[in-house]
């Protein structure tokens, strides 16, 4: 049994994802919006991809902007590698948990308001 265990272990140690990463959850945005902003940064350079999320004016930027720095900061502290040699490998969001709200409408009736959170990850990797 306990071999069985080890040998386990160790298959799920070499097939890991070894990248830096960063990850925010439950974020007052929904991930359709989200998505129009990561398309400007997928697969850029780490300079560059915060370049272009610090000019954009949107929500969505400020928000992916704080989670590739992040990564950024991961990679360099934990990893030991340099931020010039880092490119946005993979970059996606998830739908969170919803927010469920009433909004009172006449004749007694209620409409229901759905406030959408969601989730994004940021995966780096070293330019070959």
Known sequence: MAKRIREKTEKINKTRDTRPYATAKFLRISNTKLDIIMDLVRGKKYNEAVAILANTPNKAAEL???????????????KGLNKQDLYVAEIYSGQGSSYKRQNIRGRGRVDLIIKRTSHITVKLDTVK
């Open 64 to 78: 992916i902007l704080n989670v590739v720095e992040s990564a950024g900061a991961n990679a360099e502290n934990n």
